[in-house]
């Protein structure tokens, strides 16, 4: 099965940080193709130069995407104009005005793939397509 991550469960994964026990199943059984959307890794590495997160001692990240198809094994998903199109659409929910956010969830509509999260908004999308897979 094919699943995307969000950004802040990348964060989890990089920093060695909370990954509940179904979403540690997902991630490391080998059948599954796990995905992460460029605009995750758009917004990693503007927490990183903005110093709002710091990579674990010992780890750098010299090639961000080595790290994550070569060390990880994850696939890059690349926004398209369909995601796009999507995101247009796509009605905001209350107290959520994270563009990324709703970008890479317009991204797992389109592809119709699960989307792993630990943000407690987006169960709200669910009514709009969203498969939804907390990590709480």
């Known amino acids: 099965m094919r699943y995307l991550i969000d950004t802040n469960v990348f964060i989890n994964i990089v920093e060695d940080d909370y990954i509940s026990k179904d979403v540690r199943n997902i ?15 758009k917004e990693f590495i503007h927490l990183l130069q903005n110093e709002k997160i710091k990579l674990p001692k010992g780890k750098i990240i010299f090639d961000i995407f080595s790290f994550i198809e070569n060390e990880l094994g994850y696939n890059i998903k690349y926004i ?3 995601h796009l199109r999507t995101f ?4 905001k929910v209350e107290n959520h005005n994270d563009p990324s956010d709703r ?25 709009q397509g969203l498969e939804f897979i907390p990590n709480f």
């Open 27 to 41: 991630l490391t059984d080998y059948e599954n193709i796990i995905y992460i959307s460029s605009e995750s890794i």
């Open 88 to 91: 247009a659409k796509l009605q």
């Open 80 to 82: 398209t104009k369909e």
């Open 103 to 127: 970008l890479i969830i317009a991204q797992a509509i389109t592809e119709k793939i699960p989307l792993i999260s630990n943000d407690k908004k987006f169960p709200t999308y669910k009514k």
